[in-house]
């Protein structure tokens, strides 16, 4: 499953709960909200994998650079050896094949470099989703923690005194739920 729709519906869960008057306090189905977390714990493994076929990808894009490389040597070098049998043009024989050779390690160079740019961007976004969804997930964690310990009843006090709002702690605010949205670089 995708770390996003699940980052999406664990805020739809904050979104629905319970506000509770006059505080920033939200009650929410904890069951849900933990069956939430233990499938994105699931699914970063699978963003993983994904990182892991694109260094495979990249991999194969540079096997397929040095064969075609080889390749381009191997058909300068028979070139080469064809036009050194021709006495006249030498020297011109040899040029060429240098040119071509060299423009092979170009192209293979070129095609390196794009392949690590390509895998460097994917796995940035990657690590910013897992940050930004690790952020989202501690900040759940933190507020749902909370609001349990707000709820706990307090010490009962003497038989005459009578517990007012003021004994609430609002001082200490949780820290606001964030929407994380992804942007792939194509």
């Known amino acids: 499953m995708d770390i ?3 980052v999406d519906r664990l805020e739809e869960l904050l979104n629905s ?3 509770i008057p006059f505080t920033t306090l939200t009650v929410i189905d ?6 939430l977390i233990d499938q994105m714990r699931i699914s970063i493994p699978e963003e993983i994998e994904k990182a892991k076929r694109v260094l495979r990808e990249r991999d194969r894009i540079m096997a397929q650079a040095n064969e075609e490389a080889a390749r381009i040597r191997d058909l ?5 050896e064809t036009l050194i049998q021709r006495d006249a043009i030498t020297q011109a024989a040899q040029a060429r094949a240098a040119s071509i050779i060299e423009k092979s390690r170009q192209e293979a160079n070129a095609i390196r470099e794009e392949a690590d740019r390509y895998v ?3 796995l940035s976004d990657l690590e910013d989703a897992l940050k930004r969804t690790l952020a989202v997930v501690q900040n759940g964690i933190r507020h749902v923690t909370q609001e349990a310990r ?3 009843p307090a ?4 038989a005459t005194s009578v517990e007012t709002p003021a004994a609430l702690d609002t001082s200490e605010e949780p820290m606001p739920i ?5 942007t792939r670089r194509e």
């Open 76 to 80: 300068a070098r028979e070139k080469s």
């Open 178 to 182: 964030e929407r994380i949205s992804s």
């Open 4 to 6: 996003q729709h699940l």
């Open 155 to 158: 010490a009962p006090a003497a």
């Open 17 to 19: 709960g319970r506000h």
């Open 120 to 122: 460097i961007d994917v």
């Open 30 to 35: 904890e069951q849900r909200a933990l069956e």
């Open 150 to 152: 707000r709820r706990q």
